[in-house]
């Protein structure tokens, strides 16, 4: 029988319980390192998610509190619909602090159609169109005037036909006592998108008097979210539940034009690898994405807003594995 040596029968013991106390150690490190790395970027994810939230929901804001004041302004004077210079002091007035307010409007059940104006790219003017001054149901651009709401002509505003209760915000708001969202669309003319809020206005006998509306342009959300810092390999959008993109934090372009109409961008189509896979999950939660051999950390959050619209937040960022 071969003899092993005190030295040997001490040392072995306790190398081996060094290495497997070491290797032991390596992997709880390793997953101690990756579950922080995790939450760290889980906690990234949803500070910036919660920013966006917050531009959303105050960049969104004048376009409810504005389409309420109104209505309930008409249903208070409904008198104020048969002279509407008043309503053009005050359309004005509201529009001033935003930018983003394209246009705030009225239109009467008579066909008189009266709307405070701001171009959707750049503020480069803020006016006034109606289309009963001159010609019944012919749109024409005037400048304010602070004293009479509707100033002098534009002469460069082009005249044309229009008839706003044959519009989709009119007939949307028809039948509602509370406002309704409409499609976000292009405008026409503009490289831009817009969101419609519209509200009916009816006399004590149910009778339709009018339906009072207003824009926004999302572009601004656009430079917003293109605006933020977002770490290498991380992508921001929001979005209609149907995938439609509204803003992205990337540069490609939100919808295009085919056959002479607008198509939107949507998620489900996106030229970007990662949007497509985050259109599979819309809702609420927190999901892994993997794409080229990487994986991504991805939290999709819904945005309400009164009278049944939800946008959606998405936020992807490459988690940080070691």
């Known amino acids: 029988m071969r003899s092993v040596s005190l030295r040997r029968l001490i040392i072995v013991p306790f190398f081996a319980l060094a290495l497997i106390t070491g290797i032991t150690m390596y992997f709880v ?61 005050r359309f004005h007035e509201q529009g001033m602090p935003y930018r983003q307010m394209t246009f705030i409007s009225v239109a009467t059940s008579d066909g008189r159609y009266l709307a405070s104006v701001q ?51 009119y007939q949307s708001a028809v039948g509602s006592k509370t406002p309704v969202w409409g499609k976000i669309e292009r405008y026409y003319g503009y490289e831009a998108l817009g969101a419609t809020l519209s509200a009916a206005v009816y006399d004590d006998n149910d009778t339709l008097l009018a339906v009072t509306a207003t824009s926004v342009a999302l572009n601004e959300l656009d430079n917003y979210l293109k605006s933020l810092e977002i770490v290498d390999d991380g992508y921001l959008f929001l979005a209609e539940k149907n995938g439609d993109m509204i803003a992205t934090s990337t540069d490609t372009e939100l919808f295009s034009t085919q056959d002479g109409k607008p198509k939107r961008a949507n998620l489900h189509e996106h030229q970007n690898g990662l949007f497509r896979l985050a259109s599979e999950y819309l809702e609420d939660g927190a999901y892994s994405l993997s794409l080229d051999g990487r994986d991504y950390l991805y939290h999709v959050h819904p945005v309400s807003f009164e009278y049944g619209e939800t946008l959606v937040v998405g936020c992807i960022d490459s988690e940080c594995l070691p």
């Open 29 to 89: 490190a390793t997953t101690t390192m990756s579950n922080i790395a995790n939450k760290v970027s889980m906690q990234y994810i949803h500070e910036v998610e919660n920013r966006v939230q917050e531009r959303v929901r105050s960049f969104m804001a004048p376009l409810l509190r504005i389409v309420e004041v109104n209505q309930q302004a008409f249903l208070a004077r409904p008198n104020e619909l048969n002279d509407l210079s008043k309503a053009a002091i």
């Open 119 to 169: 171009t959707p790219i750049e503020r480069r003017s803020h006016h006034l169109a109606t289309n009963f001054v001159h010609k019944p149901l012919t749109m024409e651009g005037f400048n304010y005037d602070p004293a009479v709401g509707i100033g002098s002509k534009r002469q460069q505003d082009a005249e044309f036909t229009y008839d706003p209760r044959v519009r989709p915000f």
